[in-house]
């Protein structure tokens, strides 16, 4: 067999001109239009057999470019981001295809990722770890704020609405939550921002000291937790807090702990405040009055965590592309089911402790936020402040920089794993609110 070249499968009428022509039980589909994509001997004949062996409704497996093997995620129910990466020639039903694009709407953008989320839901999506094919030349990701991009607005709207339909059809979408949360009990200060830092020597001071400096009518602190420092981060910030009484150092006693759990020490500790208010070791608040405009956000909505607007700049915080992060795909109707399709919520994240210290964070060092923002979204409100109040910066030494595949592969598996339990817990709560 020989696969069907697509220009990319983005539009209806695209997949309604393939599964016309279909003549055969199974369609191969080469889903870029690079002229390279070789297929080894024998590889769609496994691919077949795979397929009958485990009823699947779509099949993909690893390939070589280059003489290394790229290696591609299993696909789990949680695997639901419109940017997974299943390769540049998959293998579909044509008869369950042909059934889902009949009652597709006429999507300009989102027709394929409509078709896989569908296709999951009529057999499984298998995973052949084994390269079958040859591509020589690998396609660039998408950005990993593609999504953010006001530029990509008419795409973004597409594809959510493809997954919000998902979400309906598998039983999985939540009605928004607008109770008010009680934000009683004795807190030592209204508000405490949260650095976790391990080895930032040439950055942490500039993020304490954007704390320090915020102008506020309430009082607030600083809990830096120092997860056992290496490079004299420890004695920059012994130093620091012995000039202000309003930077708490913690040194954590366990040594296992990632960024999550050195969250979960300064939400369990006895200085932290009413409001755990998050900045990076890398990072700057934008003004002095960040501080005051989130906490003035908590207490007019009585929503358990507010999410801020963030500017991405280079390490002399000169902006860089795509500039002003703020996450305007958010709805308040629709924000927590869509969060699911994406791989982030915004900065500054700042919670009602009372219940992040409930909840607590996975302990981990990547993707911690993203699932406490899962879990807070399916329980509680939340409320979003679109103006910029942070300023990310991007430089080498960051945690996420230059990443390897295998390395991005394993986060994103991660997330992809978070979101399948996530799907299963909101799958529950719907069940429990019929009965």
């Not at 057999?49 to 290696?71: L, P, Q």
């Not at 044509?94 to 059934?99: P, S, V």
């Not at 902006?319 to 969060?339: A, F, M, S, Y």
């Amino acid at each position: 067999m020989t696969p069907m070249i697509i220009a990319g499968l983005c539009s209806t009428a695209c997949l309604r001109h393939i599964v016309e022509e279909a003549v055969a039980p199974w369609l191969f589909l080469q889903t870029d239009s690079r002229p390279d994509v070789e297929a080894s001997a024998g590889a769609m004949d496994r691919m077949v057999r795979v397929a009958e062996e485990t009823d699947a409704a779509m099949v993909y497996s690893d390939y070589f470019s280059h003489d290394a093997v790229c290696c591609l995620n299993d696909c789990l129910e949680g695997s639901v981001r419109d940017d997974f990466d299943f390769g540049p020639l998959v293998m579909v039903r044509a008869d369950a295809l042909k059934e889902i694009v009949e009652s597709m709407p006429d999507y300009n953008h989102a027709a394929w990722y409509a078709a896989r989320l569908s296709l999951s839901t009529v057999g499984p999506i298998v995973h052949v770890p084994e390269p079958l094919y040859s591509v020589g030349n690998v396609a660039e990701c998408g950005g990993q704020f593609d999504y953010v991009n006001p530029r990509n607005r008419e795409v973004q709207l597409e594809m959510e609405q493809a997954f919000t339909a998902y979400l309906r059809q598998t039983g999985a979408w939540i009605a928004p939550r607008h109770e008010e949360i009680d934000f009683t009990g004795d807190y030592p200060v209204e508000a405490s921002v949260v650095i976790p830092v391990k080895n930032r020597v040439s950055t942490v001071g500039d993020a304490v000291r954007s704390a320090l400096a915020q102008e506020t009518d309430f009082d607030y602190n600083v809990i830096v937790v120092d997860n056992h420092s290496t490079d004299g981060t420890t004695e920059l910030l012994r130093e620091m807090a012995s000039q202000s009484p309003r930077l708490i150092h913690i040194v954590p006693e366990s040594m296992t702990l990632g960024i999550g759990g050195c969250w979960n020490e300064a939400l369990c500790s006895k200085y932290c405040g009413r409001f755990a208010v998050q900045l990076d070791s890398d990072d700057l608040y934008s003004s002095t009055s960040v501080l005051s405009a989130i906490v003035d956000c908590f207490r007019r909505n009585h929503c358990a965590m507010v999410v801020g607007s963030y500017k991405l700049t280079d390490f002399n915080l000169e902006t860089i592309p795509p500039g002003v992060i703020d996450h305007r795909e958010w709805t308040d109707d629709n924000g927590p089911n869509n969060l699911l399709r994406i791989n982030g919520m915004g900065a500054p994240r700042a919670f009602f402790t009372g219940i992040a210290r409930n909840l607590r964070f996975p302990n981990v060092s990547y993707g911690e936020d993203y699932a406490m923002a899962l879990r807070i979204t399916r329980g509680y409100p939340v409320k979003r402040i679109y103006d910029v109040l942070y300023l990310c910066r991007r430089w080498e030494g960051n945690s996420d920089a230059s990443l390897t595949r295998e390395k991005a592969n394993r986060f994103n598996y991660y997330k992809d794993t978070l979101r399948s339990w996530e799907l299963s817990a909101r799958r529950q709560l719907n069940r429990c609110l019929d009965v």
